[in-house]
C-alpha cells in the first residue's frame, strides 16, 4: 500500500526513490496510532474458527445429500405403492374373474377334469403373483425402513450442526472482547509479590519474636 501510484502509470518503485508521488493512505497512520493490544489477533481462535467454518459447510453438504437420498427414497417408495396398489386391484379383478367363472363352471355342468385342471392353473398363477407382490412388499417396506434411517441421521447431524453454529458464535464473541491479558498477569503478578512480601515480613517478625522470647 506504500507504492499505489496516483498517476495511472505502471511503474516500479525503489526504496531510493522520494514518496511525493506515491499515496498513503491515512488508515496507515490511525493504525500505528491504535495500542499494540488491539494490533494483536488471537491466531490460534481464528484457526479454530476457519475450521469449524469449513466443518459446518461439509455437514451442510452431507445434509444436503442425505435430503436427496431421502428424496429419492420417499419417491422410490410412493412408486412402489402405487405399483403394489396397482397390481392388488389387478389381482382382486382376477380373484373376481376366477370367482366368476368358476361360479359359471359349476352352473355349466362343465367336464370336472377339465374344470380341476383349470382351477389348478388359476391358483398356480394366483400363487405366482402373490409370492411376487409379497417381494415388492418387502422392498418397500425395507425402502421405507432405509428412508426412517435417512431422517434421523438428518436430525442428528441438524443437531451436531447448532451446536457448531452456538461455538462459532462463543468465539466470534471472544474475538471480539479486546486482550486484557498481559494487563491482567502484571496486576496478579503485583499482588503476589505484595503477599510475598507480607509474608516474608510475618515470617521474619515470627523468628524475632522468638529469639526475644529464648
Request: proline share 3%; net charge negative; with cysteine.
Amino acid at each position: 500500500m506504500f507504492y499505489k501510484t496516483v498517476s495511472d502509470k505502471k511503474c516500479t518503485p525503489s526504496p531510493l526513490r522520494k514518496c511525493s508521488q506515491y499515496h498513503i493512505p491515512n488508515t496507515y497512520f490511525s493504525t500505528l496510532k491504535q495500542p499494540l493490544e488491539r494490533t494483536f489477533e488471537p491466531i490460534e481462535k481464528q484457526k479454530t474458527l476457519t475450521d469449524e467454518q469449513q466443518e459446518i459447510q461439509k455437514l451442510h453438504q452431507l445434509i444436503e445429500q442425505l435430503k436427496d437420498e431421502n428424496n429419492k427414497l420417499r419417491s422410490a417408495l410412493q412408486q412402489q405403492q402405487l405399483q403394489f396398489q396397482y397390481e392388488t386391484q389387478q389381482l382382486n379383478q382376477q380373484i373376481a374373474n376366477m370367482q366368476q367363472e368358476q361360479q359359471s363352471l359349476k352352473q355349466a355342468l362343465i367336464d370336472r377334469t377339465y374344470q380341476n385342471n383349470k382351477m389348478i392353473q388359476y391358483i398356480e398363477e394366483l400363487s405366482s403373483q402373490h409370492k411376487n407382490l409379497q417381494f415388492q412388499y418387502q422392498d418397500a417396506y425395507l425402502l421405507l425402513q432405509q428412508a426412517e434411517i435417512f431422517s434421523n441421521q438428518i436430525m442428528l447431524l441438524q443437531k451436531e450442526l447448532k451446536g457448531k453454529e452456538d461455538e462459532i458464535e462463543i468465539l466470534k464473541n471472544e474475538l471480539l472482547i479486546p486482550t486484557k491479558t498481559n494487563t491482567e498477569q502484571s496486576e496478579n503478578q503485583l499482588i503476589y509479590d505484595f503477599l510475598k512480601n507480607v509474608k516474608q515480613q510475618y515470617t521474619d517478625d515470627e523468628c524475632r519474636s522468638l529469639h526475644l522470647y529464648e
